[in-house]
């Protein structure tokens, strides 16, 4: 990284990469000189490129910029994929209240991460939610203990559901002997 900074890639080459590339983009998808203006549109790029890294002004303050967007991408990318979790298929996803609470709970640990990592909350987790070795064995017996008790008295909705899982449960080691033959 020392080496990229000293001859100069984060303050010439990155800034004047990404304003060539949002130029050209935009004027090839508007076409402002016609269909056939790549060339143009490339001309207009490049000059407008040097001419933004010429003023130094503005490399500093595009490379003071746009590592705080990055990072809000970032969150909220994060945000949408712990919800794109909590939701799912839009037949099999959750709704209402479990989805009103998930969503609080998501918001909740990003803000708590990020004020973690930040060092505005000093420490890890409080000290009721640090489980000891005990705890977390007696909360995977109550978490297995739910699960066979769902097992048992649940009914699948599909009568073929559980009889295709057999099936390929029988055929599994099977399949595992076949190996690399």
């Known amino acids: 990284m020392g080496t990229l900074e000293s001859i100069g890639f984060y303050s010439v080459a990155l800034p004047f990469l990404l304003v060539f590339t949002i130029i050209f983009a935009m004027l090839e998808k508007i076409k402002l000189f016609g269909k056939q203006s790549k060339r143009f549109n490339l001309l207009i790029a490049l000059v407008m490129a040097f001419l933004v890294i010429r003023v130094q002004s503005l490399v500093e303050t595009m490379n003071a910029f746009l590592p705080q967007v990055s990072f809000l991408a970032l969150i909220f990318i994060m945000f949408l994929l712990l919800l794109g979790i909590l939701i799912g298929p839009t037949e099999n996803g959750w709704s209402g209240i479990p989805l009103f609470l998930g969503i609080i709970i998501t918001v909740g640990v990003i803000i708590y991460a990020l004020l973690t990592s930040s060092g505005v909350v000093l420490g890890g987790l409080p000290s009721w939610l640090q489980l ?9 017996a109550i978490v297995l203990f739910f699960l066979f008790v769902w097992f048992v008295v649940s009914e699948p909705k599909d009568k073929n559901s559980w009889g295709k899982f057999t099936d390929y449960l029988g055929k599994l080691p099977n399949e595992l002997g076949k190996g690399g033959n």
């Open 132 to 140: 000891t070795s005990q705890d977390r064995n007696i909360l995977i």
